[in-house]
């Protein structure tokens, strides 16, 4: 090569090289400093030997047995007043996540509950208040689970839980006495229970709302959990104070939830709407327990399909009512193809999908950042979304 065509070939490298250095200058970037401001930073945590400490707070509707005691014991009725406190769960940070059974995790003593204390209600507040103040974002996530579990399975729950989602905001756990019988009077008893617990839960929100004042708040509910909060959005509907056009809770999460699909369209979807900015639904195909409710109660429950089949959009549309209802601010998504949980309804504390898409619902981002989702369009305004595995 001639030395004059060598000096054209660097030019022609050092303009295109020029050309590239300037797109990229002009390419919008995040400083180190609005990055870390938009950050849901890890959780925080202490240390007992080789384990992880979490720390949550609590409010139950349980009756107490041992009323005196400074670390109390929790029945399976219905109280005349709530108690209030905070609790700390021990975890091995080796655990993983897979099928939860609080009973076997605690015998294994990969978690175990560590502490658990009341506070009253003026104690309870303040320490929430500054627990919110403290957090990146000002934030609160209350979650409610749902049949089965007494209070310290259902406090092991909410702490793999929050252990395992990793987002820095105070949890608090709304804890109903769910563990009735597991029979089909017992199952009855429960939803009695959830029912009842509605109005407790509204009161609870309604104390968050007004005196923690949190700018973000966070409902997580699974199974007859979702019947405890859609019982407690009635009971704020029926407020004049909340009932408005400024919707006060950013982001309700339903997974499997036990409800009646024919009574949520009727009335809890209005009361949702009203007053969460947004509501994603978790359904599935294959939840074998959500059958045995709607075998008990009669009626189709809101977390389980008809169709066994997502190859064409056609099957998925029986669902579609639901996110047609309030396109803007319905999220239904799928999770048939992930489910590999325990009678299929566990899904929400046994599928790292869910863990990965449930943290970019926190983060509210738009649908399609998250790529294990698949989108089926069924007419104009209707989306229909189905969470796929990683090996697609």
Known sequence: MSHKASNLK????????????????????????????????????????????????????????????????????????????????????????GTMLPKKLKRRGVIGVQEVSKLDDEAFIRKLSEAVAASPHKSLMLVVFG??????????????????????????????????????????????????????????????????????????????????????????????????DEMEIDHVVFAAPDVGQEEFDDQFKKELSVLSKKLTTYVSSNDDALLMSAFITGKERLGRQRSKEHDQMEEGKDMLYLKSLSPDKITLIDVTPINKASYGHGYYLESPEFYDDFYMRILDKEPNVNRRLYLLKYKENTDYWVLQGGNR
């Open 10 to 97: 660097k030019c022609v490298l050092l303009a295109a090289s020029i050309l590239f250095l300037s797109g990229c200058a002009s390419l919008p970037m995040l400083t180190a400093k609005t990055y870390f401001d938009n950050l849901y930073k890890r959780i925080p945590y202490k240390t007992d030997g080789s384990y992880r400490v979490i720390d949550i707070f609590y409010a139950t509707d349980r009756d107490v047995l041992d009323a005196d005691s400074p670390s109390p014991m929790f029945g399976k009725k219905i109280a005349k007043n709530m108690t209030y406190g905070a609790l700390n769960v021990k975890i091995n940070p080796r655990v993983s996540i």
């Open 147 to 244: 049949y089965k579990d007494n209070f310290e399975a259902t406090a092991i729950k909410a702490s793999y839980f929050t252990y395992l989602l990793d987002i820095n905001t105070p949890v608090l756990l709304f804890d109903w006495p769910g563990d009735q019988s597991v029979s089909i009077g017992g199952y009855l008893k429960a939803r009695s229970y959830a029912r009842s617990s509605g109005p407790y839960l509204g009161k609870l929100i309604e104390d968050v709302i007004e005196k923690v004042k949190p700018e973000k708040i966070w409902i997580n509910a699974s199974s007859l959990g979702c019947q405890v909060v859609c019982d407690a959005f009635e009971y704020l509907y029926n407020d004049p104070d909340h009932a408005d």
